[in-house]
């Protein structure tokens, strides 16, 4: 499992731990005049976190119990299997190209209420299989065994398919990286979603370091919560 990954024992008190479940709270509460049920992840452009921050957030809404999968929709920079050390051999692709059902892609994590559905084979057409009647199908079939669908995408700006996905899921969640995403991108992918009839529940704004709180985070909750973690008492 990547070090960067949110897993059971591994530092539960630690200030990006935290941070993924506030995440969770807010998504909760931005929920409920409406049913959540998938959820997809994308970023303007390419390397701005996407991929991990939708595998930290899958991992703590399933430390809450929530039946989760994690279906990799990025069908040109494949990340999911890498991340959760899972064999791509087989995958969406497999599914949507008819060969396959979803039930057989289905992988387990260490997590028992959290699996993940790889990529599979880059495809040479992503964005004709992603656009298939065949995606809606597989996303019905998923909602009847899961609680909540993320789904990871390509970035908005780079391919058709973000936008294409977002018009079959319930949200969408965009990630930009501090110094890295500019404004100009953010604002023509916010456009192109919304082009999509896209409904954006929240932005995630990655690698802020410094963030106010954080020091009386480390005092309080470093020493305190260690504490009662050791003790049994939580």
Not at 81 to 92: A, D, I, K, P, V
Not at 186 to 214: H, P, S, T
């Amino acid at each position: 499992m990547d070090n960067n990954l949110i897993m059971p024992g591994i530092n539960p008190w630690s200030h990006v731990a935290e941070a993924f479940r506030i995440l969770r709270t807010n998504l909760h509460f931005s929920a409920l005049d409406y049913n959540l049920k998938s959820l997809l992840v994308t970023s303007p452009g390419p390397s701005e976190g996407k991929s991990t921050i939708t595998a930290n957030l899958a991992i703590v809404m399933a430390q809450t119990g929530a039946r989760v999968v994690l279906m990799d929709c990025d069908l040109r920079w494949a990340e999911q299997h890498r991340l959760f050390n899972l064999s791509n051999e087989t995958g969406l692709t497999n599914v949507l190209a008819g060969g396959m059902e979803i039930s057989e892609v289905l992988r387990n994590t260490r997590l028992p209420s959290l699996k993940v559905v790889p990529c599979g084979h880059m495809p040479p057409n992503p964005a004709e299989l992603l656009g298939s009647e065949r995606i809606r199908v597989v996303l019905d079939e998923l909602s009847a065994i899961a609680d909540i669908i993320l789904v990871d995408s390509p970035p908005t700006l780079m391919v058709a398919d973000a936008a294409i996905l977002s018009s079959v899921v319930d949200g969408c969640l965009l990630v930009i990286k501090t110094g890295q995403t500019k404004t100009e991108a953010v604002k023509q992918a916010k456009e192109r979603l919304n082009q999509a009839n896209a409904r954006i529940v929240g932005v995630v704004l990655n690698a802020v370091e410094g963030f106010i709180g954080y020091d009386y985070y480390q005092s309080y909750y470093g020493k305190k919560n260690r504490k009662e973690l050791a003790t049994g008492k939580m």
